[in-house]
């Protein structure tokens, strides 16, 4: 999905939040995201989805791959709340919140991210308090950086 991450800059200020650093497997997935599309890997001849992509599937061993589209609906499977010590940019906005997501269309495919009020809202938009193992979120889209859009999170029920 990623071979390394660097630090850039979030909505022009110097922040120096991590980016996504794309390898040719994962390169679809961040495409799919700059245009607000939550898509996952999926084989082309068996129809098993997996993430993170990678060029053969696990389970028949074919190289054909598809991207296929997700509701972008899931719950939270698991979660963590950082607190420094913690690099400057993300020890400024603790505590926040990171989940780690069950897709509702693919319920073996989780995806981490942050858990925000908004798509552009800060990482610490959300109390930790109100976060629970199990409440329904779905996606949205921030463009961290130009060019870069990540996914994250949105509770179902604010």
Same mark, same amino acid.
């Given at each position: 999905?990623?071979?390394?991450?660097? *630090? &850039?800059? /979030?909505?022009?200020?110097?922040? =120096?939040?991590?980016?996504?650093?794309? /390898? /040719?497997? @994962?390169?679809?997935?961040?495409?799919?995201?700059?245009? #607000?599309?939550?898509?996952?890997?999926?084989?082309?001849?068996?129809?098993?989805?997996?993430?993170?992509?990678?060029?053969?599937?696990? #389970?028949?061993?074919?190289?054909? #791959?598809?991207?296929?589209?997700?509701?972008?609906?899931?719950?939270?499977?698991?979660?963590?709340? +950082? #607190?420094? +010590?913690?690099?400057?940019?993300?020890?400024?906005?603790? *505590?926040?919140?990171?989940?780690?997501?069950?897709?509702?269309?693919? *319920? %073996?495919? %989780?995806?981490? @991210?942050?858990? $925000? &009020? &908004? *798509?552009?809202?800060?990482?610490?938009?959300? /109390?930790?308090?109100?976060? =629970?193992? @199990?409440?329904?979120?779905?996606?949205?889209?921030?463009?961290?950086?130009? @060019? $870069?859009?990540?996914?994250?999170?949105?509770?179902?029920?604010?």
């Amino acid at each position: 999905m990623s071979t390394s991450m660097r *630090p &850039a800059t /979030d909505n022009g200020q110097d922040e =120096r939040l991590l980016l996504p650093v794309p /390898d /040719d497997d @994962g390169a679809p997935f961040w495409a799919y995201a700059a245009r #607000h599309e939550l898509r996952v890997q999926s084989c082309a001849a068996c129809g098993e989805l997996r993430f993170p992509p990678r060029p053969c599937c696990p #389970h028949c061993q074919s190289f054909d #791959h598809r991207w296929r589209r997700m509701s972008g609906r899931g719950r939270i499977w698991s979660y963590v709340v +950082p #607190h420094p +010590p913690l690099l400057p940019a993300y020890a400024a906005q603790a *505590p926040y919140t990171v989940v780690v997501v069950e897709l509702a269309d693919a *319920p %073996r495919i %989780r995806l981490a @991210g942050n858990l $925000v &009020a &908004a *798509p552009d809202a800060a990482l610490n938009s959300v /109390d930790p308090g109100r976060v =629970r193992i @199990g409440a329904a979120v779905k996606v949205a889209f921030h463009e961290q950086a130009p @060019g $870069v859009t990540v996914p994250r999170w949105l509770l179902e029920r604010p």
